[in-house]
Structure formats: structure tokens, C-alpha cells
């Protein structure tokens, strides 16, 4: 038996939302914790992100409105039996869809506020069967991060530190003017009160992680920072400890029931990304600094399959000035799926919904340059979109001079010499155009069917008939391009695990004690990215299910 310096029941390597619900349950059942965080800040990319839990059948869902048997239907007719993919399985999802419901109905019992996302954030893929149109999404209760006390510097910075939620913040734009009137009039008086009660707000990602912090310290979790793990400790293929450093030496630190691997991806290793994603850059991801994969080989090292390697969350962004520094890069999610816009690769051709999934949009922009040069891509507006759409956070109604003075945005009076700019053929490029137009006048978008699911519409502008909330011509001058790259929040493969979320060897069979979730795991949703929030959920309940196995209380009410 290894001689360690100290022993933990549960020792948790990475401090994301699957190791703090998985540490507020082995609290509750009396156990002891640690959290091992390499970098100073608590909280992993989750608080950066939209904080958004998709959730089949939760709580929060209207009765009769969603059940296990739809939510288990969609994933299945989504996400299928794919060999390539055997960090999924039909177990798998349907104990996601059961044990995330039991794990958001004990959050909040212990004092974490949650609520519905939205009432209309649907699904991905909603045409599949058992694919829901309103919404299943979770996400916390706006969060005074001065409840934190001397942890509120140690939470990692969110992108949106204001009293609102994150479904507010997107449907601001398309507000009438007495309703952003009153929006700006609400916000702004609490923003003003908590400047003078000493509140500070936050919301999105850095609300769920600021809340389960909150908890997690509360229930007595030992969270440490800036203690990066080396090496993990196995004995006769059991998992007994790993090694940590101390005052600049080494400390090994004992598991007593099992040991959880929750400490991010890979996206910033560049090498790695060379090896498993060829075409995809580091600096074009959103993830926290400490996503640099070294869990991953080391899971490697010890035995463990790494599956699904070549997959990420792809998010799609845009290089408008500054971004290399911004907190949070300009995002161009929903750019290209408003009406009065179409991404074409660099010979002039349209090669996707420009709506849909962001994993998917990404996806298939790697691939599209694996045949004809597709990174970057270009976004082709007009002055309607202009006048009516925020671009790149730039404002609605202008483009800041500062985009055309660094050629950031390309601006012309016709399509042809918009082409000429950008390096493509203006006949394709006129052409291309012009059919785009002809499939707005029709009604439909002929060639990628944007705009048929409620997705599409949801990214679109609501204020318009269903039919057309994406779709609407490039015809009034000036035209503009901008660059779209394919960004990430989070590479989407590592290590095979089963449905108790322990790590499996080579044979199949599950190393005692070690255990592992999130980003950190071959995905559970397997290649396919189903709904707004599809790995902060899945993190968060096989970090809970993991919790529940190695403390013996998997068939215990809790």
C-alpha cells in the first residue's frame, strides 16, 4: 500500500460543475472531500460559459409537457449505435435522462437556485422523434458573488456580470422599445442598488458555478487551488491516490472510496489538437486556460482508451478587433442564420444550414476544407442586416470605424466587388447569391433546409412569421463580409467510462475506485450535440452518478 500524506474519502481532480455536485453528495453522506484545481481560479470553463443544463423530462418542465420515455427516444434517434463512438450507449443516455432529474431535484434541495432556461429554447435536432420544440434547458438563478466571501476573487470570471438572465440578454435586441425601455430601467436600478448594498451580480455560467461553490463550501469541501495533479496512483487496478505538489514538492494525497477525473479537455494544447483535429487552432478556443489535456494522457498512461478524440464543441466566431484579447470572442452563432445573411466558403458556395447546431456548423466547416479552402469562411450581409442586427457585439444600426480602417469588415456597393475583396469569384459569388434570394422569395431554402426546424427560428428573429424568422434577401447596398472561423467551448473526446461513470481499460472492464465525467470522457451524447447545454449536464450528472457508486448509494433515496 502507497505511503501517502494524506487520505480524502473522495479525492476530485478539476473543479467544474461535475465535482462540486459530486462532492455536495459524498458531503451529504458524511464523507470527506477534496477538489484539486491546477489553475487559481474555481469554477473551469463552465463559468465562462452560457451556464446552461439540457435536461430531458427536469423538474422545471411543465407536467405532461416532456417525459423519460420522449427524452430517451430523441437521444436515441439522434445519436444512434455508432461504433465510432463507445463513449455512448443506450444505458448510458437513459441513466442521464433518470439520475439528472435526481441530481437538479437534490441541488436544490441543497440551497442551489435553479430555474427554466426559457420557455422556447428547443432542441438541436426537434424534428427527431421525441425532439422537444419548447425548451429543456436549466440554468441558475442570477448570483451575488459577494456571498462568496474571500472565494468571490477565487470564481472564475463569467462574460455576463449583470442581474438579468442569460434568456433575457438574447431576446434584447428583438424587444419593442417600451419593453427594452423597461428591461434597461429594471437592470439598471439593480444594478445601481447593488452598487450601493455591495451586491455584485452574476449570471450564466458564473451563477451556476458562484452557486454550487457557495454549496459546496458550505457542506465542508476542501478546495484547493493552484494544486495541479502529476500522476495517478494505481495499485492491482485500483485507483488509491494521486500526487499533487506542496510548498514546491511532492504530496500524495489517498482515496479511500475513489478518485473522479473532472479536470477539462484539450483545447489548448495545440499538439494534441494536431494530432486528433488537424485544421483547428488553440487560440480559437473559449475554454479556460487550464484545458491543456494533461489528465487525458495520463489516463492514457494508466491504461485507459481514449475514444472520440477528434470531436469539439465547435462555436463558431468571428475575428472582429480585439478578439484575441477579449475575455469571451465574438461569437457567431446566430450571425449567419438571421434573415439578410449566408456563409459561403472561399470559392463563393453556400455548403451548410446556416442555422442548427453549433457542434454541427463547425464540424462540417473542418470538413468542408478538407476539400476546397473553407477556414475561413465568409458571413455575407447586407444593409438590412445592418440596420437590424448586432454584429460581432459592434452595435446595430453602424459598423464601428474601427472594422473598416483595419479591414476587418469588407464593405461594397455591389455583390461583385464585395467578391473581389474577399479573393472569390464574383460570378459565383453573384450566383450564389441570387439563388439564395430566389429560396426567400419561395419561402424555403431549398438546398440545407434552413429555417425548417424550430432551432433555426429560435436563432433567428421572432418578430417574423415563422417562415421567414431566418430567412430574408441580400439585396440592398451596401454589402458586407466578415471571417468565420471554427471556434470552440470545449473539445468533446477522452476517456471511455461506463454507466457509473468509472474509467475502463482496454479489456472493457472498470478500474476499481477511479472514476471520470465531463470533457474529460469520451461524450456521452456520443458525436452529436442535442440540445443548449449538452456537456455542462452530462458533466454535472455522471459527476453525481460517479459520487453515488463509489459511496455505496445508488439505490438510496437522497
Known amino acids: 500500500m502507497a505511503d501517502f500524506d494524506e487520505t480524502f474519502d473522495w479525492v476530485v481532480v478539476g473543479c467544474g460543475g461535475g465535482s462540486m455536485s459530486s462532492a455536495l453528495l459524498m458531503r451529504k453522506a458524511g464523507k470527506s472531500v477534496v477538489i484539486l484545481e491546477k489553475t487559481k481560479y474555481a469554477g473551469g470553463t463552465t463559468s465562462k460559459s452560457g451556464g446552461v443544463i439540457w435536461l430531458p423530462n427536469n423538474p422545471f418542465m411543465d407536467p405532461g409537457e416532456d417525459s423519460t420515455e420522449k427524452g430517451i427516444t430523441y437521444l436515441d434517434a439522434v445519436i444512434g449505435d455508432d461504433p465510432t463512438a463507445p463513449g455512448t450507449s443506450h444505458e448510458k443516455r437513459l441513466a442521464y435522462i433518470v439520475e439528472g432529474r435526481k441530481m437538479i431535484e437534490f441541488l436544490v434541495r441543497e440551497g442551489v437556485q435553479l430555474l427554466r432556461g426559457s420557455k422556447f429554447w428547443p432542441d438541436y435536432y426537434d424534428e427527431y422523434p421525441g425532439g422537444c420544440k419548447t425548451s429543456r434547458t436549466v440554468v441558475a438563478r442570477p448570483f451575488n458573488k459577494a456571498e462568496l466571501g474571500d472565494w468571490e476573487p477565487k470564481l472564475r470570471q463569467g462574460f455576463l456580470e449583470v442581474p438579468a438572465l442569460l434568456d433575457e440578454g438574447m431576446q434584447l435586441p428583438f424587444m419593442g422599445g417600451l419593453d427594452k425601455l423597461k428591461f434597461y430601467v429594471r437592470v439598471g436600478s439593480a444594478m445601481a442598488w447593488a452598487k450601493l448594498t455591495g451586491k455584485r451580480w452574476v449570471t450564466a455560467g458564473a451563477a451556476l458555478q458562484g452557486r454550487m461553490l457557495k454549496a459546496s463550501l458550505g457542506a465542508g469541501a476542501d478546495i484547493r487551488l493552484e494544486t495541479p495533479v502529476s500522476e495517478l496512483v494505481i495499485e492491482n487496478g485500483k485507483a488509491t491516490g494521486v500526487v499533487t505538489t506542496k510548498d514546491g514538492k511532492p504530496w500524495r494525497i489517498g482515496a479511500r472510496l475513489g478518485i473522479l477525473i473532472n479536470a477539462g479537455g484539450f483545447a489548448h494544447n495545440q499538439e494534441m489538437r494536431d494530432k486528433y483535429m488537424p485544421g483547428t487552432r488553440s487560440e480559437w478556443s473559449m475554454t479556460a486556460e487550464g484545458d491543456t489535456g494533461e489528465m487525458h494522457r495520463e489516463l492514457e498512461r494508466i491504461g485507459g482508451t481514449l475514444a472520440q478524440m477528434d470531436e469539439m464543441v465547435g462555436f463558431q466566431m468571428t475575428r472582429a478587433p480585439g478578439w484575441e484579447t477579449d475575455y469571451v470572442a465574438p461569437g457567431a452563432q446566430a450571425v449567419t442564420a438571421k434573415p439578410h445573411a449566408i456563409l459561403v466558403d472561399q470559392t463563393g458556395v453556400r455548403y451548410l444550414n446556416e442555422g442548427g447546431s453549433y457542434e454541427e456548423y463547425c464540424e462540417r466547416m473542418v470538413k468542408r476544407n478538407r476539400e476546397v479552402p473553407a477556414i475561413p469562411s465568409w458571413a455575407i450581409l447586407d444593409q438590412q442586416y445592418i440596420d437590424l442586427y448586432p454584429l460581432a457585439n459592434g452595435g446595430q444600426g453602424k459598423v464601428p470605424a474601427k472594422w473598416l480602417e483595419t479591414g476587418y469588415i469588407k464593405k461594397a456597393d455591389t455583390i461583385e466587388e464585395l467578391a473581389r ?78 454507466v457509473n461513470s468509472r474509467v475502463l481499460k482496454g479489456d472493457g472492464t472498470p478500474f476499481e475506485g477511479l472514476y471520470a465525467c465531463g470533457v474529460t470522457t469520451a461524450s456521452p451524447m456520443g458525436r452529436v450535440y442535442p440540445g443548449a447545454g449538452a456537456s455542462v449536464g452530462p458533466s454535472m450528472t455522471f459527476g453525481w452518478i460517479a459520487a453515488k457508486h463509489a459511496a455505496g448509494l445508488a439505490n438510496q433515496a437522497l
Open 421 to 498: 475583396q474577399i479573393n472569390v469569384d464574383p460570378a459565383t459569388l453573384r450566383a450564389t447569391v441570387d439563388r439564395w434570394n430566389g429560396f426567400v422569395d419561395n419561402g424555403r431554402d431549398e438546398d440545407f433546409h434552413r429555417g425548417d426546424r424550430k432551432y433555426d427560428q429560435f436563432l433567428g428573429d421572432p418578430r417574423l412569421n415563422e417562415q421567414f424568422r431566418t430567412l430574408g434577401r441580400i439585396d440592398k447596398a451596401p454589402f458586407y463580409s466578415v471571417d468565420v472561423i471554427p471556434g470552440d467551448v470545449s473539445t468533446y473526446g477522452g476517456v471511455i467510462t461506463d
